[in-house]
Structures are given as structure tokens and as C-alpha cells.
């Protein structure tokens, strides 16, 4: 009987895993939420079907995330991409339990303090939406098409650094995802692993 109920665990837990991994995966539908904003408006993804959509992980104690605030890189996309009429939207999963949580002001005002440009910042703070796309780091990026398809995941570039300088010379997957996805085009990198620090659950 015990090991009748490990198994089913295990089975349960093997399920949930590949759940996870499978709404990371692009080409699959994007997992809905509805997450509140830093000014208490809720904010749902299905809000957004017909227009591509960018997900920006985000934790601003996390040295990888200020790299790419210090630099500019995160607020010029941004606002290159929202004149566009792409929706970014940032999501902070950092649980509410945890040491790093910023409560809807602090995140709000740190968020005003960089000159960021996203449509909304999103407090995920039962880190809920996090694990439904199974959010690894910050920034962890995804890219939604107007059918509500992911068509892009992973790490916003290829220098795996924390250093400010590097994000000027890098080859950045978003960008690249979204020239080619708003040109007609399929993602000729759909998926690579991200990097930075945990996002923490």
C-alpha cells in the first residue's frame, strides 16, 4: 500500500515536471494568468491575443537583471519593441515569503528609478505564473505570437555575464526573435537556455 502511494507521488510529481517543461517549450500555447499590477489593476494575458507579447522575468536584487537596467539594454527594448505595439510586460515571481520581495510600490518605484518602459510590471507573489512557464532565472524571456503561442524562450543574449558592458556587444534573442516573428518569419532561434540567478520560490 506504502509503495503503492510513493508511486503515485512519483507519478504525480513526473506529470507536474513535464507540465512545466512542456509550457517552456516553444510552439506550445502559452499558459494563462491573470497577475496583478504594481498599481493593483489585474493584468491578463488573454487581454493581449492578436498582438506578440514579451515576458520578462525580472528581480531587481539580481546582479544579471541591473546589468541589463544599468546599461539601458532592458529599457531600450523596451520601448524600441512598444513602438511597435509589442506588449512587454515584466513579471516578478519572487514569492512573497521570501527575503527579495518587493511589495507594489517598491517594485513600482524601482521600476520608475530605471526609465523602464514596459506596458506593466507584474507582481507574481505566489509565483504561481513563474512556475507555469517554468521560469528558471532572471531575466528568463519568452516571446508570445497573437495566437498565444510561444515562439521564443530562453536567455535574452549570449553573454552569460553580469558585466554592463557585455550587453552592447551581444547577440540578443529577443530582438532577433521579434525581427524575424514581426517580418513573417519563423524564429530561427526558437530556444536557448537563459541565465542569471534563481528565481526565487
Same mark, same amino acid.
Not at 167 to 175: G, L, P, S
Given at each position: ?5 510513493? %508511486? ?5 510529481? +513526473? ?7 512542456? #509550457?517552456a =517549450?516553444p510552439?506550445?500555447?502559452a499558459?494563462a494568468?491573470t ?10 494575458? &488573454?487581454? *493581449?491575443?492578436?498582438?506578440?507579447v514579451?515576458?520578462?522575468? =525580472?528581480?531587481?536584487e ?9 546599461s539601458?539594454?532592458m ?11 509589442v506588449?512587454w510586460l515584466?513579471?516578478?515571481s =519572487?514569492n512573497? %515569503? ?7 510600490a ?10 523602464a518602459?514596459?506596458?506593466?510590471? $507584474? $507582481? ?6 513563474g512556475? #507555469?512557464?517554468?521560469?528558471?532565472? +532572471?531575466?528568463h ?5 497573437? &495566437?498565444?503561442k510561444?515562439? *521564443? ?7 552569460r555575464?553580469a558585466?554592463p558592458?557585455d #550587453? ?6 529577443v ?9 513573417g518569419?519563423?524564429?530561427?532561434? &526558437? %530556444? +536557448?537556455?537563459p541565465y542569471g540567478?534563481?528565481?526565487?520560490y
Amino acid at each position: 500500500m506504502q509503495n503503492r502511494a510513493v %508511486s503515485s507521488m512519483i507519478a504525480a510529481m +513526473t506529470l507536474v515536471a513535464v507540465h512545466a517543461a512542456l #509550457a517552456a =517549450t516553444p510552439g506550445v500555447a502559452a499558459p494563462a494568468f491573470t497577475i496583478t499590477d504594481t498599481a493593483g489593476k489585474a493584468v491578463t494575458l &488573454a487581454d *493581449y491575443r492578436g498582438k506578440y507579447v514579451v515576458l520578462e522575468w =525580472t528581480n531587481p536584487e539580481c546582479p544579471f537583471v541591473r546589468k541589463h537596467y544599468d546599461s539601458g539594454n532592458m529599457q531600450g527594448l523596451q520601448k524600441e519593441w512598444g513602438a511597435k505595439e509589442v506588449v512587454w510586460l515584466a513579471v516578478n515571481s =519572487t514569492n512573497q %515569503s521570501h527575503s527579495e520581495y518587493k511589495s507594489p510600490a517598491e517594485m513600482g518605484g524601482w521600476m520608475r528609478a530605471q526609465g523602464a518602459a514596459p506596458a506593466a510590471t $507584474l $507582481l507574481d507573489a505566489t509565483s504561481a505564473t513563474g512556475r #507555469a512557464y517554468a521560469a528558471k532565472t +532572471t531575466p528568463h524571456m519568452f516571446v508570445v505570437d497573437p &495566437a498565444g503561442k510561444i515562439v *521564443y524562450a530562453g536567455a535574452i543574449d549570449d553573454k552569460r555575464s553580469a558585466n554592463p558592458a557585455d #550587453a552592447k556587444t551581444a547577440n540578443n534573442y529577443v530582438r532577433a526573435a521579434l525581427t524575424e516573428a514581426l517580418a513573417g518569419k519563423p524564429v530561427s532561434i &526558437a %530556444s +536557448t537556455t537563459p541565465y542569471g540567478c534563481s528565481v526565487k520560490y
